[in-house]
């Protein structure tokens, strides 16, 4: 019997690869789809890819515009729609143990086929459509912009994937069928499609890296532009060699933050910066004499930025998931400095945060709402959390801080402040000119 967080575990080395195969595309695990059964951020609302979601009734709208996705991507090539299923049909059982079985069984192998010609073609039309206005005016003439909108929440969910392996052979099928022909052109549009959507400088590095280890599926690609970048895999291998050697570092070592918010830190002179490192682990902490700097990579806050990262969440915490929780990490990060509206407002005022939901306390409200369940990396950020924590700590480092901030921090503190030294300075001389010492000098 299997559950939805994987199946039953074989003993026999061909079992093993089956289960790692079919976990390319896992279901969320169990425990969180009843902790956020209240919610549907793990559920499409309009679009369905894969089996795990297919035939929902409520998603019968964009299934009729798959069809003509599927001759969007068809046209100009010479070939039918009969020529690309009978290609996805030869390796349909590696295409079927991307899934849990008891999904993929559901369907025959033609039924399959067709559902992954169809959903693999909706998802390279939404590639196209970042290069190709021609394209995107067809798409929002048959979904509207609502629909449309609504897709690219859809491509976030963890259970709402495709294998990437399919997208590249479409690719390579409709460009002459030959290995790597046309696929040059459709990473420079993914390059572009991603860019559009995160972090415009970080494309580059994840395609090299896409090179090396072809993603799972777009999520995965997803994934790897925001948390990758060449500095950071030399911190990866650090990472691995403190994990190694961890139970030799003393236990304060091993302690997370402990540190509160932003406004806490900045009146300790903690400064927020904007770290412009186009990843999730470009946060850097410098500190100085009486002050710091904690920079930050900047972030867009959205209606599907929950949505975005439960579903990254449940992809690290996955099995055969990836292996670092950095999504999680920087989230357990970040929850521990937003805690109130005036937080937001600071990283909003710095450039980090750019709140498109209205208010600030609905940011609040996102970060509050993303669990990460006690999971952790603590090497991912464990230099930073303890510098701040050591910053934070140091009375002499912070003493100078505090008084500017206690006293300089508004016209009215800093007036309040000169009007009691002037008081001071004028009772202080009063006494003076009073006292019989004065009168004692002059009588003399």
Not at 294 to 321: D, H, Q, R
Request: glycine share 4%; aromatic share 12%.
């Amino acid at each position: 019997m299997t559950s939805q967080s994987g199946g039953m575990m074989d003993i026999t080395t061909s079992g093993l690869q089956a289960t790692s195969r079919r976990r390319q595309i896992p279901k969320v695990p169990l425990f969180m789809r009843i902790d956020n059964q209240k919610s549907d951020d793990y559920d499409p609302k309009v679009v369905s890819l894969g089996p795990y979601h297919h035939g929902k009734p409520e998603l019968n709208f964009v299934e009729d515009f798959k069809p003509k996705a599927l001759q969007m991507f068809i046209d100009g090539s010479n070939k039918n729609q009969d020529f690309f299923l009978e290609k996805i049909l030869g390796e349909i059982d590696d295409f079927r143990n991307c899934y849990l079985e008891e999904f993929a069984n559901k369907y025959d192998d033609y039924e399959f086929a067709q559902m992954m010609l169809l959903d693999s073609c909706f998802i390279l039309n939404d590639i196209e459509i970042s290069t190709n206005p021609a394209s995107k005016k067809k798409t929002i003439k048959h979904l509207g912009i609502a629909v449309y909108l609504m897709t690219r929440r859809d491509l976030y969910l963890l259970e709402n994937q495709v294998p990437f392996p399919i997208l590249k052979l479409l690719v390579e099928l409709k460009n002459g069928g030959d290995q790597g022909s046309g696929y040059h052109e459709f990473e420079e549009k993914l390059k572009r499609y991603c860019s559009q959507m995160f972090f415009d400088n970080q494309a580059d590095n994840m395609l090299a890296k896409m090179m090396e280890k072809e993603p799972h599926h777009l999520l995965d690609v997803f994934r790897r532009v925001i948390v990758s970048d060449e500095a950071n895999v030399r911190q990866s291998r650090c990472c691995d060699l403190w994990r190694k050697n961890h139970h030799l570092l003393p236990k304060s070592a091993l302690l997370t933050n402990v540190f509160r918010s932003v406004m806490d830190l900045k009146s300790k002179g903690i400064h927020f910066r904007p770290s412009g490192i186009d990843s999730l682990k470009g946060v850097r902490f410098t500190s100085h004499y009486y002050y710091a700097n904690l920079k930050l990579p900047c972030w867009y806050v959205s209606t599907y930025t929950k949505v975005f990262f439960m579903n990254m969440i449940a992809y690290e915490m996955c099995p055969n998931g990836p292996t670092h929780l950095t999504v999680v990490s920087y989230i357990n990060f970040m929850k521990s400095l937003v805690i109130s509206p005036n937080d937001v407002k600071e990283l909003r005022q710095e450039k980090i945060i750019f709140n498109t939901l209205g208010s600030d306390e609905e940011v609040v409200q996102v970060y509050k709402g993303l669990k990460t369940y006690g999971a952790e990396d603590q090497s991912i950020f464990k230099n930073v959390n303890w510098n701040i924590q050591e910053h934070y700590n140091s009375k002499g480092k912070t003493w100078i801080a505090e008084l500017i901030d206690k006293y300089f921090n508004s016209p009215w503190s800093l007036i309040a402040l000169v009007v009691t030294a002037f008081v001071t300075f004028l009772i202080v001389v009063q006494i003076y000119y009073g006292s019989p010492f004065y009168h004692s000098l002059h009588l003399e």
